[in-house]
């Protein structure tokens, strides 16, 4: 028997009267769901709890057939285990059906309610006896032969949270008088123990969300709450490829809900189809109705229009609850090219060669590559272009003897829009001539040969470096600024050098300037092998006397790259200022003489005034 099935069975119960001691049902299983036998259960670690509901006023006793004929009255809900850590529910009143199998002295022990009718079923010389201060059954088993034990609980009529206990190791010697064991001898092990919550009407039958799995999944498939939180799938979905929702909905038990009608709805036209748990066909509406009583149900969801993307949000509904809510979303086709990270090549290379280093800047990928291509759907959704999906090529008109080809060498792994496996890496092949040329990418999809081209791009081909020089961004600084060095790398034919291989090493010495940035990201290379930018331009920043005061004046700095052929080191030179008051006596003498003489331009104006009026 599952578990589904034993939590269903023993929540259909319902209590509505208590009368005289009597539990009066207005629902009862229409058969009975087998009892758990005490045989599978662990000798002196195992206490067995009967979950067949009982069709007579009151609960039964197991017997010889070690647990089959046991049953219990009110039993709301009950776990699978029999151990240490159990737990079930019953109504206020009702009866629980205990059974187990020992070795030695047991006792059954309870924080409240009343033990009766307790026996040994296979040893008849035993005599129970009961202690009811301490609510203790004790069983005074002699023998040493393995026996079963039974017992009925009553549970109280107070609603609260009460256990029950199994103790056993009871010694012979330590009986009391006559032989009798009394409760202040109680076996002292601790066998199995049982938490019974006690309460006053059933939450069966009504759904739980605390109880219910809801999931997002790449495949349909019979889910089963099985008390723990459950994670969407990460997966994201491709163009024509279906997602799903796999769900099990229960009550406050963990039971089935009795069947009822499943409404599902969706937005934006996704079309959906429900039904039980596993591999469905694509629905045709953006509404389906499933009659089930929501146990490890599936729903499958399709674009409305193929190759075009949909953001959906998906409802489930069960007799009007909403019980789940999930957007999804489906790739549409490849509807644009985005082409970025462009480099410039190196003369008479191929396409498939040269910057890694480049990428590695740029993307945190060392791989080879001049630029990097991203496709996206319609609505910007990245799509993850495999080789499987279709084929890359130059567009037409874009080769020439300048740019002889251009290639994607190394294609997407994901669709995730912040990852660095969305890029696909390509390159571009370049003649023997320096120069640049306008140049185009396109994506032709297998299954539909749409051609999807990217925007104009420029490919750049020129030599090494031979030469370098260095700009500083302003004449004049003040401590506390930001200084920025511009290195430029030109070939042997005066043209931007390239950006395929790194500048080398290189020292600088700019007085009262400390360098921030000389060193490229961690794990894509040291200094010496960063690249410039594709206009063969490398920037660097300074700070300003911010470790040492700066002291004013006019420095000359040296910056000296030592790579082949890179010519003789540049001298920079810049002022520095404190930043504060840096008039001098001269600068003071200056303005005194330009203050007289303007005083006695204003003397002069006033006495010609004064003439003008006599």
């Known amino acids: 028997m599952s578990t589904k099935t034993l939590r269903k069975r023993i929540a ?107 026996t040994t079923i296979s040893d008849a010389g035993v005599v129970e006896t009961y202690n009811t201060a301490n609510t203790a059954t004790i069983f005074p088993l002699t023998s040493g032969a393995a026996t079963y ?11 609260g949270v009460y256990t029950v206990s199994l103790l056993t190791g009871f010694s012979t010697n330590a009986q009391g008088v006559s032989g009798v064991p009394t409760a202040s001898l109680l076996p002292p092990t601790l066998g199995a123990f049982i938490t019974v919550s006690v309460v006053a009407a059933s939450a069966g039958g009504t759904y739980s969300a605390s109880t219910s799995i809801c999931q997002v999944s790449p495949t349909g498939a019979s889910s089963t709450y099985a008390g723990a939180g459950v994670v969407d799938s990460t997966a994201i979905f491709a163009n024509g490829v279906a997602a799903y929702i796999n769900y099990d909905l ?81 790739r549409g086709a490849v509807a644009k090219l985005t082409v970025e990270n462009i480099g410039t090549q190196a003369l008479s290379a191929a396409s498939t060669v040269n910057g890694e280093q480049w990428m590695a800047q740029q993307t945190t990928v060392r791989t080879a590559g001049q630029f990097t291509v991203v496709a996206t759907d319609s609505a910007g959704n990245v799509v993850d272009t495999t080789t499987a999906l279709g084929t890359y090529a130059a567009a037409s008109g874009s080769t020439s003897t300048l740019i002889p080809a251009i290639t994607v060498n190394t294609r997407s792994s994901t669709s995730t829009a912040t990852s660095a496996s969305r890029y696909n890496f390509g390159g571009f092949s370049c003649g023997a001539t320096a120069g640049e040329a306008s140049v185009k990418i396109t994506f ?69 300037m400390t360098a921030i940035d000389s060193t490229i990201a961690a794990g894509v290379g040291a200094s010496s092998q960063t690249v410039t930018a594709a206009n063969g331009e490398i920037v660097y920043t300074f700070a300003v006397g911010t470790t040492t005061a700066a002291v004013a004046g006019t420095y000359t700095g040296l910056a000296t790259y030592t790579g082949p052929a890179l010519g003789v080191s540049s001298t920079p030179t810049y002022t520095l200022s404190t930043g504060g008051d840096t008039t001098t006596n001269a600068d003071v003498l200056k303005s005194i003489v330009a203050l007289i003489a303007s005083i006695n331009k204003q003397i002069q104006a006033l006495q010609k005034l004064i003439l003008q009026r006599r």
């Open 250 to 330: 229960n009550d406050a038990y963990g039971a089935d809900l009795d069947s009822g009608n499943i409404t599902v709805t969706s937005t934006n036209g996704a079309l959906v189809n429900v039904g039980a748990g596993g591999s469905l066909t694509a629905g045709t509406t953006t509404t389906d109705i499933f009659t089930s009583d929501g146990s490890s149900d599936t729903v499958r969801v399709d674009q409305g229009t193929a190759n075009a993307p949909v953001t959906t949000t998906v409802s489930i509904s069960y007799n009007g609850t909403v019980v789940c809510t999930k957007t999804i979303t489906i």
């Open 149 to 159: 034990i039974a017992t009925l609980w009553t549970a109280p009529v107070t609603a």
């Open 12 to 118: 259909l119960v319902a209590v509505t009267a208590l009368t005289a001691g009597v539990l009066s049902v207005v629902a009862v299983p229409s058969a009975n769901a087998a009892n758990t036998s005490a045989a599978d259960g662990t000798v002196n670690g195992s206490l067995m709890v009967a979950t067949d509901e009982s069709t007579q006023p009151a609960a039964a006793l197991a017997t010889a057939d070690a647990g089959t004929t046991a049953t219990s009255k009110g039993l709301l809900y009950k776990d699978t285990s029999s151990g240490l850590a159990q737990s079930a529910v019953v109504l206020t009143g009702g009866q629980l059906s205990f059974y187990a199998e020992v070795s030695t002295a047991a006792a059954l022990s309870a924080t409240g309610g009343t033990f009766s009718g307790s």
């Open 444 to 512: 032709t999809d297998s299954a539909t040969a749409k051609v999807t081209t990217s925007d104009a791009f420029t490919a750049r081909c020129a030599g090494g470096a031979s030469t370098y020089s260095v700009s500083l961004d302003k004449a004049s600084y003040k401590q506390g600024d930001l200084a920025k060095a511009t290195v430029k790398f030109l070939d042997s034919k005066g043209n931007r050098a390239n950006n395929m291989s790194g500048v080398g090493a290189n020292t600088w010495n700019l007085p009262y």
